[in-house]
């Protein structure tokens, strides 16, 4: 079943889209006339906005609450999937975009056992395991976008943990490629350099000597923008990039070049 025989409008699933990249992501999603259903940890009035910044684009959002690296969770979540998409009429999605994350900056002398385990529980095995729960409600034909990171091609002390864990997803989006190709679902990963958010409690937004110097080692001269991203995003899962498959997809204006 093709997406315009199941629903007239596009659907993603977006985690982690209350603010930041995901946000940017849905609302962008919103101005393609493509409906979201979205997850956040714990701000529900940011989910509120958000759904508030979808429908001003003329689109419908549904934001649902999920830990993203509780999977004992994931069963009851996709019950409510069910019903989001009810209420958008539809009973499948087009688009999953995994992108809830944590950060992370400890040198790897000083990192604790907990810390990685927190860390492929959100970045590894959730997307793993909520990617799985989610295929019988994805469509044919449908498209898979996994976060990753600039820090898997180029290394920053004291993001070890985080970068090999983005660095096994990247591995992990191509065997999603080889393995739902028979269902015509694309699997990518996109991978941003440095983003003004308030990702890593705003860093390089708010700290003008890390921003200055992001930009100074940055091929276009600043740091990314969510509005860099979002939009890519967006375009990647459109049609016209059909083609695209199993790729690593770097959108970082051009780091450490």
Known sequence: MTASQNTARRIAIVTGGSRGLGRNTIIHLARRGVDSVFTYHSNEAEARSAVDAVAAEGARAVALQLDAGNTATFDAFVEQVRGALSTLGATRFDYLVNNAGTSHHTPIA??????????????????????????????????????????????????????????????????????????????????????????????????????????????????GQPDDIGPMIAALLSDENRWVTGQRIEVSGGMLL
């Open 110 to 223: 000083e990192t604790t056992e907990a810390q990685v385990d927190a860390l492929y529980n959100v970045h590894f095995k959730g997307v793993f395991f909520l990617t799985q729960k989610l295929l019988p409600l994805i469509n044919d034909g449908g498209r898979i976008i996994n976060l990753s990171s600039g820090l898997t091609r180029f290394a920053m002390p004291g993001s070890a943990p985080y970068a090999a864990m983005k660095g096994a997803i990247e591995v992990l989006t191509r065997y999603f490629a080889k393995e739902f190709a028979e269902r015509g679902i694309t699997a990518n990963t996109v991978a941003p350099g440095a983003i003004a958010t308030d990702f890593s409690g705003g860093m390089v937004r708010d700290n003008p000597e890390i921003n200055q110097r992001v930009a100074g080692f940055t091929a276009l001269g600043r740091v």
